[in-house]
């Protein structure tokens, strides 16, 4: 898939910088034999005006015919024209109307020509145009040899713009891929723990619910973690379909945390760890308050796994020096190496995968909640030093449909 994606993209901009180089060269050509032509051609209307032949490198005749076809007063610069010649050329000419010009053939050299009647008869100018012919054959063979040498240069050009663009495409190709394969192993382990349990329950039909409570817990266990990952790969992929937008409305963003966190301290003190917070009171927030929530409450959870029995957790809620919302999470635990802390808020990744049973993580919360931070203009990082580990969320802020900030 990637290299016929690659060799298509190749091809396709190998031809279009191809056409590109030979539309340079074409239209510079253009451009100089119309700048030569442009001069023969005043050349000639300033030696028709004056009467007098110009100090010019081209080849220059001037004459004057009458209507029998006398052909007198010849004068010729940097020629050596017969006066068979010149009265052959003179015949050639189209006369139409009081000033005439054009192109003329005879033996085998190209000129051209301005006649101006007058009284006396037809004065003529005729110009050699040798040098426009040569011109032309020079632009000719060189726009070849740089349009050539300009399709084996642009090669090595088109394979490092081929690489550098598809680079983004292959990443996303990849990451798709990585997220089915790992989303299909996450649903396969409770599907599988849940039918194994069926089916033990089902060994003992006349076996009372107190008997299979076991089995049965284990089975609503599986259940309600399937459903949360299921939610969450719900969440994350009306993300990327860009289907979910933030309902902005103005929120006492102080008092909505500080609730939460009350909400959870008892939950925190029961699990043996320790748990503080402080709000700026009065912060004022235009947000989403339940993606807001949904943010806060995987950050905790994420605290809560991973710190250990007698750890702590802080939750601290202020502005910033640019008085963006700031929230900052942090707990005691084991450090993050630095290689983890730029993959923890990607798909599926955990610090420690032999974990992931035991805290009931899945690997996607922190993805969840970069995401809801971004859908708020924000960002969310990560430190861990000392044994402890810190979330950082910065929002930016939205703008309610009535227009007010």
Same mark, same amino acid.
């Given at each position: 898939?990637?290299?016929?994606?690659?060799? %298509?993209?190749?091809? #396709?901009?190998?031809? $279009? &910088?191809?056409? !590109? *180089?030979?539309?340079?060269?074409?239209? /510079?050509?253009?451009?100089?034999?119309?700048?030569?032509?442009?001069?023969?051609?005043?050349?000639?209307?300033?030696?028709?005006?004056?009467?007098?032949?110009?100090?010019?490198?081209?080849?220059?005749?001037?004459?004057?015919?009458?209507?029998?076809?006398?052909?007198?007063?010849?004068?010729?610069?940097?020629?050596?024209?017969?006066?068979?010649?010149?009265?052959?050329?003179?015949?050639?000419?189209?006369?139409?109307?009081?000033?005439?010009?054009?192109?003329?053939?005879?033996?085998?050299?190209?000129?051209?020509?301005?006649?101006?009647?007058?009284?006396?008869?037809?004065?003529?100018?005729?110009?050699?145009?040798?040098?426009?012919?040569?011109?032309?054959?020079?632009? %000719?063979?060189?726009? #070849?040899?740089?349009? $050539? &040498?300009?399709? !084996? *240069?642009?090669?090595?050009?088109?394979? /490092?713009?081929?690489?550098?663009?598809?680079?983004?495409?292959?990443?996303?190709?990849?990451?798709?891929?990585?997220?089915?394969?790992?989303?299909?192993?996450?649903?396969?382990?409770?599907?599988?723990?849940?039918?194994?349990?069926?089916?033990?329950?089902?060994?003992?039909?006349?076996?009372?619910?107190?008997?299979?409570?076991?089995?049965?817990?284990?089975?609503?266990?599986?259940?309600?973690?399937?459903?949360?990952?299921?939610?969450?790969?719900?969440?994350?992929?009306?993300?990327?379909?860009?289907?979910?937008?933030?309902?902005?409305?103005?929120?006492?963003?102080?008092?909505?945390?500080?609730?939460?966190?009350?909400?959870?301290?008892?939950?925190?003190?029961?699990?043996?760890?320790?748990?503080?917070?402080?709000?700026?009171?009065?912060?004022?927030?235009?947000?989403?308050?339940?993606?807001?929530?949904?943010?806060?409450?995987?950050?905790?959870?994420?605290?809560?796994?991973?710190?250990?029995?007698?750890?702590?957790?802080?939750?601290?809620?202020?502005?910033?020096?640019?008085?963006?919302?700031?929230?900052?999470?942090?707990?005691?635990?084991?450090?993050?190496?630095?290689?983890?802390?730029?993959?923890?808020?990607?798909?599926?990744?955990?610090?420690?995968?032999?974990?992931?049973?035991?805290?009931?993580?899945?690997?996607?919360?922190?993805?969840?909640?970069?995401?809801?931070?971004?859908?708020?203009?924000?960002?969310?990082?990560?430190?861990?030093?000392?044994?402890?580990?810190?979330?950082?969320?910065?929002?930016?802020?939205?703008?309610?449909?009535?227009?007010?900030?």
């Amino acid at each position: 898939m990637h290299r016929k994606l690659r060799s %298509r993209f190749f091809i #396709i901009s190998w031809l $279009l &910088l191809l056409l !590109f *180089l030979a539309a340079i060269c074409i239209g /510079v050509s253009l451009f100089l034999y119309q700048s030569a032509a442009g001069e023969t051609e005043k050349t000639l209307r300033s030696a028709a005006e004056t009467h007098t032949l110009p100090d010019s490198t081209r080849g220059i005749v001037s004459f004057q015919y009458d209507e029998k076809g006398t052909v007198r007063d010849i004068a010729q610069m940097h020629l050596n024209l017969s006066s068979e010649t010149i009265g052959t050329l003179a015949k050639k000419m189209e006369i139409k109307g009081e000033l005439s010009e054009g192109k003329l053939m005879q033996d085998d050299r190209q000129y051209r020509y301005l006649a101006v009647h007058e009284p006396e008869g037809v004065w003529a100018v005729i110009a050699e145009c040798s040098q426009e012919q040569a011109l032309v054959k020079t632009l %000719r063979r060189n726009s #070849i040899l740089f349009t $050539l &040498l300009g399709a !084996f *240069l642009l090669i090595p050009v088109c394979a /490092v713009l081929t690489k550098w663009v598809s680079k983004p495409i292959e990443t996303a190709w990849e990451q798709q891929n990585d997220f089915v394969s790992d989303a299909t192993h996450e649903l396969k382990t409770p599907l599988t723990v849940i039918a194994t349990n069926t089916e033990a329950v089902m060994a003992n039909p006349n076996a009372t619910i107190e008997s299979q409570e076991k089995w049965l817990d284990s089975i609503q266990g599986e259940t309600t973690r399937m459903a949360g990952l299921v939610g969450d790969l719900l969440f994350l992929a009306k993300i990327d379909a860009h289907e979910i937008h933030p309902d902005p409305e103005e929120l006492e963003v102080s008092d909505l945390l500080e609730e939460m966190c009350m909400e959870r301290e008892s939950q925190i003190f029961e699990a043996g760890r320790m748990f503080d917070y402080e709000m700026t009171p009065g912060i004022r927030y235009i947000g989403d308050a339940r993606l807001i929530r949904r943010m806060v409450d995987v950050l905790l959870d994420n605290a809560e796994k991973y710190t250990p029995e007698g750890g702590s957790i802080r939750m601290v809620v202020n502005r910033d020096r640019k008085l963006r919302l700031r929230i900052v999470v942090s707990n005691s635990g084991d450090t993050i190496p630095p290689e983890a802390l730029q993959k923890i808020f990607d798909r599926f990744y955990r610090v420690d995968p032999a974990r992931a049973r035991d805290t009931g993580g899945y690997g996607l919360g922190l993805c969840v909640a970069k995401s809801i931070a971004e859908l708020h203009g924000g960002t969310i990082t990560a430190s861990s030093e000392n044994g402890i580990n810190v979330f950082t969320v910065i929002l930016g802020e939205l703008k309610r449909d009535d227009g007010e900030n």
